[in-house]
């Protein structure tokens, strides 16, 4: 039912975790790939993963950072000069930040996450949504989080912006599904990729594994997801099978959020 053949497909913090998860899984339904990050090895890296498995995968690298307004409309202006369109946009490059109560949250950190993880996620729309709305056609997935839905503490800077890109999401979804344009979030739990692991250490140190064991025996599915669940729910959500799926927030995370 879904293919992404002829489909052109851009993904930022493509690089690692969930992004190359949704990169890998939509590369084997055969999309072609812009993939953005910041860091160009990782960038090489996921393009190589990639290619081991789908070989006859169209892949473009574009080294770039979320927070430049300039990198965002330039990584758009080379796929339109590549492909000549964007049928599908995961808007998903994204950091934690330091966890810490409110008063002692940096300010300096509380912008350098809202930076990268709202105004990111806001350049990144401004310029696809003008293609896809020329086009007539086109498919967003922002990346929220738990944290974008629910209290989850320690994390000013994150909670700020994940609750936005989730007013973002449903702002832009009811003023473009009239173009035909799906806009939709999700909302991981606990995946364990390289930025989980980075916050299971912050919390724990070298204790960070048992730490991870204890953080996941209160979700009902006993477990961290694993970041292809979250590629496959990208692949279907940027699909033409979810095309009257708009303006939604959509939770993979094994059902935690149900139980706080
Ligand atoms: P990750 O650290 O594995 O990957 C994030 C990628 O984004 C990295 O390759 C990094 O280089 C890139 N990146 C960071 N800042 C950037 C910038 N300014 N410009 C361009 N690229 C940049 O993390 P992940 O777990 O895959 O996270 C991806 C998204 O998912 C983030 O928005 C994160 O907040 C969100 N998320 C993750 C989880 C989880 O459990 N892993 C849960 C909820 C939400």
Redesign the pocket.
């Known amino acids: 039912m879904i293919s992404y053949t002829d489909k052109v497909i851009i993904i930022?913090?493509?690089?690692?975790?969930?992004?190359?998860?949704a990169a890998l899984s939509i590369a084997q339904l055969g999309g072609k790939l812009v993939l953005?990050?910041?860091?160009k090895k990782?960038?090489e890296e996921s393009k190589k993963q990639i290619l081991e498995v789908a070989p006859e995968a169209e892949i473009v690298l574009v080294e770039?950072?979320?927070?430049?307004e300039e990198?965002v409309k330039n990584y758009v202006q080379l796929t339109m000069d590549t492909f000549g369109r964007i049928d599908g946009f995961f808007n998903?490059?994204?950091?934690?930040g330091k966890q810490n109560l409110t008063e002692e949250y940096g300010s300096d950190e509380f912008e350098k996450v809202v930076?990268?993880?709202l105004n990111?996620v806001f350049y990144g729309m401004k310029y696809v949504l003008k293609v896809m709305k020329q086009q007539g056609h086109g498919s967003i997935v922002n990346?929220?989080?738990?944290?974008?839905i629910r209290g989850v503490g320690n994390q000013s800077g994150?909670a700020a912006s994940?609750h936005g890109?989730v007013g973002l999401t449903r702002n832009s979804g009811i003023e473009y599904g009239q173009f035909g344009v799906s806009i939709n979030a999700?909302?991981?739990?606990?995946?364990?990729?390289?930025?989980?692991e980075?916050?299971l250490k912050q919390m724990a140190g070298d204790d960070w594994e048992s730490a991870g064991k204890e953080f996941v025996s209160v979700n009902p599915m006993k477990r961290?997801?694993k970041?292809e669940e979250?590629g496959n729910l990208v692949a279907f959500l940027l699909s033409d099978a979810a095309k009257f799926i708009n303006a939604t927030v959509i939770p993979i995370?094994g059902g935690q959020s149900y139980k706080y």
């Open positions: 930022t913090g493509g690089g690692s975790g969930l992004g190359y998860s953005v990050d910041m860091n990782s960038l770039a950072n979320v927070t430049s990198d998903n490059a994204g950091i934690e930076s990268v993880n990111g990346t929220a989080s738990v944290g974008g994150y994940k890109v999700i909302a991981p739990g606990a995946i364990m990729t390289p930025m989980v980075g916050s961290f997801g970041p979250v995370d």
